[in-house]
Structures are given as structure tokens and as C-alpha cells.
């Protein structure tokens, strides 16, 4: 028996924060009771959500999978849009079992690389704060930036949800035109943060590319559109990067 919280998220039904408000929401039942934060069950368990039957997977230890999409420009993360954009939940191979959890989102206009997997604890603890968890960007800002706006990067500005700063910034070569590129790397998710903080000292992104999640990079041999699951050393270095199990 364990929390049951942590049942539907090793399940792959959702991260334990959201498994967490259905539960608040008095959305679960076990069997014909109503349950409760705190309460254990098992895989045999006849857990429902809304009235409809949950998969626990069946056996314990059940296969989980971990899949690397290259996130192109104009797709949104969500399942539904109310704006009818296509979504990347529209492009991917279906798992084993379970359902695809995003880690984290990147925004309409951001690319690169998402990861998704069937396993919520592992998507819970990589996108909460705790684990600082390194993103890397390659980011293409309109004008020069000179050293004492990368200083201020670095040192932190306030953004209106609080302090923010990037933990390392390199300038790629120089190319022609009024654009300047850079690689940027935070231990962040919050919501167009890479955007936000460049705004914050007056540059505008015109481009921006995730290229690494953790230990993972995004495969150089990978287009907008593509998708390829992580094979088992892939799942190892990410797991020991947030010390789980």
C-alpha cells in the first residue's frame, strides 16, 4: 500500500500536484468512498477518477517510457486549444501504456527539445523547483548587448513574478545583420522566463531554441517534428541528475 498520490503518478495519470488537486477536489474515489489526501491504496484497488475506472498499470515496475520531441514553432503543449492551434499531443507515437506527461511546456514561438513520459513521478520531480534541473537555449536577441547587460543577467533582475537570472551565458560567433546569438542556461521553468529576462534589460528574442534538458541534449540529427524514445542510459542520467531511484 502507498499514497495515493504517488500511485496514480507512478502510473503515469498525472504529476503528483495534479493528482493531488483531484483528490482535494473530492474527484477520486476508492472504491465507494471518497478519497481523502493521505489515503494508501494498491494496484488492485478499484480507483476512479470522475466516475471512470483508472488503468494502474497492472503489474508493479511496469515498463515507463521517456520520449524526445523536437518542438517546432507554432504547436502548442496543451492537449486542447481553445484557439484551435495544433498541439504536440497531435504528432506523438502513442506508449506502451499510460499517457504522454509534458515536462514542463515551451511556448508557441520557443522550439527545441521537449521531453514527455509515462512516468509522473519522474515528470513531477524534474519540473519542480527543487531539483534544479538546467535548461539550455541557443537565443538570437535583436541589437548588441554589451558586457554590462550580460552582467546584469547574470546578477539577476526583478521580473513581476520575482527575481530571475541566468546561470551561464556564452556569445555564439558573430554573424552578420543587427542580431546578436547566445547560449543561455537557467535552472528555471517559470513562464516565458528566457523571453522575460531579455525584455528586462530592453532586448527583443527573435529566436529561441531549447537544446538541452538535464543531462539530455536535443540529438543534432533531429528535426522540427521528430520524435525518438530514450533508450535506458538515456532514463538513467536523467533520473541520477534529480538523485531518484
Known amino acids: 500500500m502507498i499514497r495515493l498520490q504517488k500511485l496514480l503518478a507512478e502510473a503515469g495519470l498525472g504529476s503528483r500536484r495534479t493528482v ?10 476508492i472504491g465507494e468512498r471518497t478519497a481523502r489526501l493521505g489515503d494508501r491504496a494498491s494496484l488492485t484497488d478499484e480507483v476512479r477518477l470522475d466516475g471512470r475506472k483508472l488503468d494502474l498499470g497492472g503489474e508493479a515496475g511496469a515498463d515507463r517510457e521517456l520520449l524526445l520531441y523536437y518542438k517546432p514553432m507554432g504547436e502548442v503543449t496543451t492537449r486542447r486549444d481553445p484557439q484551435g492551434r495544433p498541439t504536440v499531443f497531435e504528432r506523438l507515437p502513442q506508449p506502451t501504456q499510460g499517457r504522454w506527461i509534458s515536462v514542463g511546456r515551451l511556448d508557441v514561438n520557443t522550439a527545441g527539445l521537449l521531453l514527455l513520459t509515462t512516468d509522473g513521478e519522474l515528470a513531477h520531480r524534474l519540473m519542480h523547483p527543487s531539483g534544479e534541473v538546467e535548461r539550455e537555449y541557443r537565443v538570437r536577441v535583436r541589437g548588441r548587448p554589451g558586457r554590462e547587460v550580460i552582467q546584469r543577467l547574470l546578477a539577476g533582475v526583478r521580473l513581476e513574478d520575482g527575481p530571475a537570472k541566468f546561470d551561464d551565458i556564452s556569445a555564439e560567433p558573430p554573424g552578420n545583420g543587427s542580431h546578436t546569438s547566445f547560449r543561455v542556461v537557467l535552472r528555471e521553468g517559470r513562464n516565458r522566463e528566457v523571453r522575460r529576462l531579455w525584455e528586462a534589460v530592453g532586448f527583443e528574442v527573435s529566436r529561441l531554441l531549447r537544446i538541452r534538458y538535464g543531462p539530455l541534449e536535443l540529438p543534432r540529427n533531429m ?11 538515456a532514463v538513467r542520467r536523467l533520473r541520477a541528475a534529480i538523485r531518484l531511484p
Do not use: F, K, Q, Y
Not at 20 to 29: D, K, L, Y
Not at 223 to 233: K, N, V
Open 223 to 233: 528535426r522540427p517534428g521528430d520524435a525518438r524514445l530514450a533508450d535506458g542510459a
Open 20 to 29: 493531488e488537486g483531484w483528490i482535494r477536489a473530492g474527484r477520486v474515489t
